[in-house]
């Protein structure tokens, strides 16, 4: 099981220099933060057989604020999971503003406000799935019911249940989709590629993680909202390989949304002085596809980016370099930061770090000092150190800005601020142009 493995590397991977609880460290720590971090946090215990293990603590967030050129942290932990897989800002029914999260281990939705210079949570959601695994793994908030309405849906371990909430009668409810006995649910993205003003909800299951070469098959399904029901139909079915990361975005602007996806590639073990490590089997590298959705129904499928690398956990969007247009930000396993953008009527990739490497090499891009163009975090678990990228007229500035340990692993960051949330989510599906001008 994924979680188990990473508690075994957990020595390896990353964790964050925290200033406290929740309690206030300066006045900086009030309202909202500018960055979310969720992750899983691990202690050393010693079994009666004498031996050290790694074991699961409490679901770990970790909140920084823009501080005099830097950033300051405070923390939130809840006992009732094991990990936070993602957090968002977000304002309730009520217009109270907080942060949402999702857990595993158990399975909680929650909404996070401040009250008396604490965070305190409201449950809104818990799910049980009927494994020992209850895990909520992604969370996306939109209309995929064309009521005019916000609902939530969410990705789950190990049941491979995709479900949508809707709020009724003051409460979320819920209602499944999908459900596949030992399958994990990776990621959820929605997108109206068929521009009928209902987005369509895109799943990435698969077999559960396997890291000794194993096949893991998977596909990617979508769902469509259509007379009063959702129709379940199959984008890709990747045989022996899977992705678990997916983005929906119009990265031309020519109004037209696609699907992209990150292929994993087969694996094998070779072996290594003192052991062995895992490769890339044959000729099948990782990859980026991209899905086009054509009016009468067809999808065209092609292959948009070769990865020299086994998997890719994070493909983002934004517009970084101040031109009018979009790139796309990729940060695999073991190759460093990329940046796609379009000149010279093709699309190319510069690297923008080699020296940045990680299990999840969570990423997020998002325009957090409010200039207009978005920077590029990247949480480097290897390295052990949060770093932004910024660009500066001809080339991207690159700075370590929190530091990092042992003994966390960070699935997720994202914006923590409600306006840059936002900008993220309208670039992904429209111009920077127009989100400029809806901002002015």
Request: with cysteine; hydrophobic share 35%.
């Amino acid at each position: 099981m994924r979680l188990r493995y990473l508690m075994a590397v957990a020595a390896a991977a990353l964790t964050l220099h925290s200033c406290g609880k929740t309690e206030k460290k300066s006045p900086m720590l009030n309202g909202m933060p500018d960055l979310i971090l969720c992750q899983a946090q691990f202690r050393n215990e010693t079994g009666v057989d004498g031996k050290v293990q790694r074991v699961a603590g409490a679901a770990r967030m970790v909140l920084a604020y823009q501080s005099n050129g830097g950033f300051e942290t405070e923390l939130i932990e809840d006992k009732e999971s094991n990990v936070f897989h993602k957090a968002i800002p977000y304002i309730n029914h009520e217009g109270k503003e907080g942060i949402l999260s999702i857990g595993g281990n158990d399975a909680y939705m929650k909404f996070w406000t401040r009250s008396g210079g604490k965070w305190i949570s409201e449950t809104l959601y818990k799910g049980e799935f009927g494994s020992s695994n209850n895990r909520l793994r992604d969370i996306e908030i939109g209309d995929v019911t064309g009521d005019g309405q916000d609902d939530i849906v969410l990705a789950t371990h190990d049941q491979g249940v995709v479900l949508v909430l809707q709020y009724k009668e003051n409460r979320w409810q819920p209602t499944e989709l999908d459900r596949s006995p030992d399958t994990y649910v990776h990621e959820i993205e929605l997108g109206d590629v068929d521009r009928d003003g209902i987005q369509e909800i895109f799943a990435t299951p698969s077999a559960p993680n396997k890291y000794d070469g194993t096949i893991q098959p998977g596909l990617i399904p979508m769902y469509d909202y259509k007379n009063g029901k959702f129709i379940r139909t199959v984008v890709e079915d990747f045989g022996n390989r899977h992705a678990k990361e997916i983005l929906c975005a119009d990265l031309e602007d020519d109004g037209q949304m696609e699907l992209y996806c990150a292929l994993e590639a087969t694996m094998k073990k070779v072996p290594i002085q003192g052991g062995s490590k895992m490769a890339v089997s044959g000729d099948s590298p990782a990859l980026v596809k991209r899905y086009d959705f054509q009016q009468n129904g067809r999808i065209d499928i092609r292959t948009f980016l070769t990865l020299r690398d086994l998997k890719c956990r994070f493909l983002t969007i934004g517009e970084t370099d101040g031109d009018p247009q979009k790139e796309m930000v990729i940060s695999p396993m073991k190759t460093g930061v990329w940046v796609v953008d379009f000149a010279n009527g093709k699309w190319n990739q510069l690297q923008i770090d080699r020296q940045s490497s990680g299990f999840e090499h969570a990423t997020v891009v998002a325009d957090i000092d409010n200039n207009g163009v978005d920077e590029i975090y990247v949480v480097a678990e290897e390295q052990r150190v949060l770093r932004r990228y910024t660009w500066t007229d001809s080339y991207y500035k690159t700075e370590d800005i929190l530091p990092i340990g042992e003994g966390f692993i960070t699935f997720g960051i994202m914006p923590g601020k409600i306006a840059a949330y936002k900008r993220m989510e309208e670039i992904r599906k429209t111009s920077p142009q127009k989100v400029q001008i809806a901002k002015q």
